[in-house]
């Protein structure tokens, strides 16, 4: 299995709602990333989980809250979103923190998010 | 730190064309460079990378693209493009020991029948 796999694939949800994004992966790979992109725009790092633990927050606003239960899992947990957070959320993988230069990251298809 | 900047926002091309994307870089330490491509609602896929090595690098998809370390440059390159080439294409940096890939503003390319 050499995939990442996010559901939804499309979230519509309004601005008091709570929902969770999932992402997941078996192959064995022990660094975990959400990435947020806007149209026509490159990814920008949210989070970043090495071994299941929080590594790296890049300021992102507390309506958004990650969570790595397990080291296949990650879910980026969402509440009181605002119009402008409607984006392409992008899940990535590695083999490990710091060597991403040996193995790039291996992204999930996202879920297309519209906050109404 | 590292940068990374793709020249053309759009690369209008006709099918069975060549097409070069191109990618420059900066950094003060030794890089590792990808080109991503983002298919329309789509996630982003490798198409090839240089760690080391051969300055030529394949790729999938009949991509190939060439380091030259002189000109900061990672252009990407394909002899004859098809329809399906359509797509949004990332160049991509990152450093030894570091967690994060920087990426470009990115490059449409559009294949005309």
């Known amino acids: 299995d050499t995939e990442v796999t996010q559901t939804p694939k499309h979230l519509v949800m309004g601005m008091t709602n709570k929902k969770s994004l999932k992402c997941e992966q078996h192959?064995?790979?022990?660094?975990m990333y959400w990435y947020k992109q806007k149209a026509k725009k490159p990814p920008e790092l949210m989070f970043v989980?090495?071994?299941?633990?929080?590594?790296i927050n890049e300021s992102v606003p507390s309506r958004f809250s990650p969570e790595c239960p397990n080291s296949s899992l990650l879910n980026l947990h969402l509440h009181a979103l605002q119009p402008e957070d409607s984006a392409l959320y992008l899940c990535?993988?590695?083999?490990?923190?710091?060597?991403?230069?040996?193995?790039?990251?291996?992204f999930g298809s996202g879920t297309r998010l519209t906050v109404v | 730190a590292q940068s990374v900047t793709q020249l053309d926002s759009q690369v209008p091309v006709f099918e069975e064309a060549p097409v070069e994307l191109r990618c420059n870089y900066s950094?003060?330490?030794?890089?590792?460079l990808f080109w991503y491509v983002q298919y329309p609602n789509q996630g982003l896929q490798l198409l090839l990378k240089?760690?080391?090595?051969?300055?030529l690098v394949k790729g999938i998809n009949g991509f190939e693209a060439e380091f030259n370390k002189s000109q900061t440059s990672f252009h990407l390159r394909k002899p004859s493009v098809h329809i399906s080439d359509t797509a949004e294409y990332f160049c991509?940096?990152?450093?030894?020991?570091?967690?994060?890939?920087?990426f470009g503003k990115g490059t449409k390319l559009s294949v005309i029948p």
């Open positions: 990535a993988s590695s083999q490990v923190l710091n060597r991403v230069a040996n193995y790039g990251y291996t």
């Open positions: 192959m064995g790979h022990r660094a």
């Open positions: 989980y090495s071994y299941e633990k929080l590594s």
């Open positions: 950094s003060s330490v030794s890089v590792y």
């Open positions: 240089y760690l080391s090595g051969s300055t």
């Open positions: 991509a940096v990152t450093g030894a020991g570091s967690y994060q890939l920087t």
